[in-house]
Structures are given as C-alpha cells and as structure tokens.
C-alpha cells in the first residue's frame, strides 16, 4: 500500500468524454493529477498524467495517495470501487464525483472535514455545473462544528460527539458556545454566544473553544482544542522520562491547561539529544524543536537566571526564553518552575484568527 500523501487534486476518468473533461477540469483547478486510460494515451505526455491499465489498482493508489480526489463518471461505479477501503469520515480524503458533462458535481465523502463540499463548488465553477451538497447543516443553512473547528484549526474532542452537535444545529436546536478569545463574527452564526465562562447555561449543549481544562457538568459538550501550547524544557543530564512527564504536567495543572493542546516541546541545543526529552515528544506526540543559545542570550535580562547554569552553558536560563523563541513570539502564561531535576516554563502561541 502506497501511504505517500500527494497534495494535487487527483482527477479520473474512464471515458474519451470524461478524460476531455478531466483536462479542461485540471487546468481550471490547477495543482492536479490525471488519472486516464492507457487506450487513450496520446502525444505530447505530460508529467501530470498517469496512463493505467489496471482501474482498481488505480483508484486504489489515488484513494491513498491523495487527500482530495474527483471522479467524471457515474455514482455507482465510484461507490462500488471505493467500499472496500472506506474507514472513516474523519480520515478518509474528499471524494468529487461530476458527471461527463460537467453539469453536476456531487461532494460524495467527508464532505466537513476531508473538505468535498468547497472541492464540489470549486469543480462546479470550473465546469460550469451545479455543486450537490447534501449534509445537513449546508442544507439547513446552519453552523458545523466539525467546519468550526477546522477553520479556527482545532480538535474536536470527543471526535465522535461531532455528529449529535451537528444534528442539533441543523435541527435548529439552541447551543451554546464559548471562547476564551474574540471570535470572527461569521464563526459565531447560528450558536448563542457566552461572553464569560460564569454566563453558561445549566442546561442544553455547549461548544467550548479553549486550552484549559473545562469542568466536568451533566451538559452535553464539545470541546474544540486549539494546538498552541509550547512547553519550554531545562533539565540536568541523566533525567528520567517520569520526571520530565512530571513536570510537564505540574505546569499544565498550575495554569489549569489541557494537555491536549500541546503544541511542542522546546529546549536548548544542547540538551536536543537528552533520551528523556525525546521521548516526552514521542510520548505527546509533538516534535521536539531546538533553541539556539545565541538566541536564548538575546533575551538575557528578560527572565529568571541563574549563575550555576550560565557557566555549564553560557546562558543563564532554558525553559522560558525556549518557550518564547518556540511559540514564535507568544506569550508566557507558565513561568518557570523548578521541579526537581527540570526546570519548566508555557508559552502561548497566538491564532492565525485573533484580533
């Protein structure tokens, strides 16, 4: 199985119409792969076209490769080839299918999340069609939390809580959202907005937006998790992956921040090939991002220091100018704290949608 993600737009057909549509799709789209016939191969070969023999094996690699495919032929021979690889909304790519004349084309899978719905109206505008939508909330004209989320680049947690909320929207159900930060006001349509945590009802479903852990309540609820914390890292050599993992916590819980919206790890060069905290990276899953000294020395003055570790390393402290430098300019909400053999700090980044 090839797992290689191409990020074109994958275009197939089967026909001698379809493939001439295919080639008027693709220019219109740009950033695209054509996937034709091998009988309809014909000079000049351009590097962007894959000639097959072989349909299923095709559409399988294409099914896999790419995160956004259109399909000119009909419904059924699209469903019927890719069931058997068909997981799961939240990880399966945006499927397209329009018809050989180009005048319908249908958002068939993750029309939300894999993106299928805009894919749709994109492939309708180039070939002068008409999209098909048919999710709920497009439908209805109501808000989806599952688009919420990927446009304020959030996780959803409990992913499968998505579909209840989405149901209520399009149903016309009240909920509830609330954010720790100003929202664009088009993301707000459709939800009654909650200005401050203590305002939120007893009762009816709610949307959070927020890093910090939320209280639990017999409320239906939907947390949408942005990634921008960076936890800035000093310890001494020889620290165990416990203590780290310790530490790392202590500071989420002092700042009541979820652990789930880690965004990386931060430390110093020097201190990149420490075993504990590479292995805190993998244990979070977030990569491990390396501070130049010259870097750290350039904000001396602006945090704790501390003379014994100026003279191991040639600055006076790790944790919070690594946080810093890390969260590109962000904020420090956890200041340091020496916890044992590590030395701790959190920086929040800012959102691309902050005011």
């Not at 737009?9 to 001698?16: K, S």
């Not at 019927?80 to 399966?92: V, Y």
């Not at 209840?164 to 959202?177: I, M, P, Q, T, Y």
């Not at 009802?201 to 998790?225: M, S, W």
């Amino acid at each position: 199985m090839n797992t290689v993600q191409d990020h074109r737009i994958a275009i197939l057909a089967l026909t001698t119409g379809g493939a001439r549509l295919a080639k008027m799709v693709a220019k219109g789209l740009q950033h695209t792969q054509l996937y034709l016939p091998q009988r309809l191969q014909e000079p000049p070969f351009p590097a962007d076209t894959t000639y097959f023999t072989d349909w299923r094996q095709t559409a399988q690699e294409a099914f896999q490769r790419h995160r956004r495919l259109v399909f000119i032929m009909a419904c059924g021979i699209v469903v019927r080839t890719l069931a058997p690889w068909l997981t799961s909304k939240n990880t399966d790519p945006a499927v397209v299918v329009l018809d050989e004349k180009g005048e319908f084309a249908i958002s068939l899978l993750s029309g939300h999340v894999g993106g299928a719905n805009q894919l749709a109206r994109q492939v309708a505008q180039v070939s002068g069609g008409t999209p098909v939508i048919t999710t709920a909330t497009d439908v209805n004209q109501a808000p989806a939390v599952d688009l919420l989320a990927q446009e304020a680049n959030c996780t959803p947690y409990p992913m499968a809580r998505v579909k209840l909320f989405n149901r209520w929207l399009a149903e016309g159900e009240k909920v509830s959202l609330y954010s720790r930060w100003p929202l664009p006001v088009d993301w707000q349509q459709g939800f009654q907005m909650i200005e401050e945590a203590g305002q939120l009802p007893k009762l009816g479903p709610v949307v959070y937006i927020t890093n910090q852990l939320v209280p639990a309540t017999e409320q239906p609820r939907l947390i949408l998790r942005p990634c921008n914390l960076v936890v800035g890292l000093g310890c001494r050599k020889g620290v165990t992956l416990q203590q780290v993992l310790q530490a790392i916590k202590t500071a989420c819980k002092l700042g009541s921040y979820s652990l789930l919206s880690l965004a990386k790890l931060a430390t110093v060069d020097l201190k990149m090939q420490e075993p504990a905290l590479q292995q805190a990276a993998a244990y979070f899953q977030v990569p491990l991002t390396s501070v130049a000294r010259e870097e750290i020395a350039k904000l001396d003055g602006q945090f704790t220091s501390s003379d014994f570790v100026r003279q191991k390393i040639g600055v006076g402290g790790v944790c919070e100018p690594a946080a810093m430098i890390a969260s590109d300019g962000g904020q420090i909400r956890v200041s340091k704290q020496k916890l044992g053999p590590v030395t701790v700090a959190i920086a929040e980044a800012k959102l691309w949608w902050w005011a």
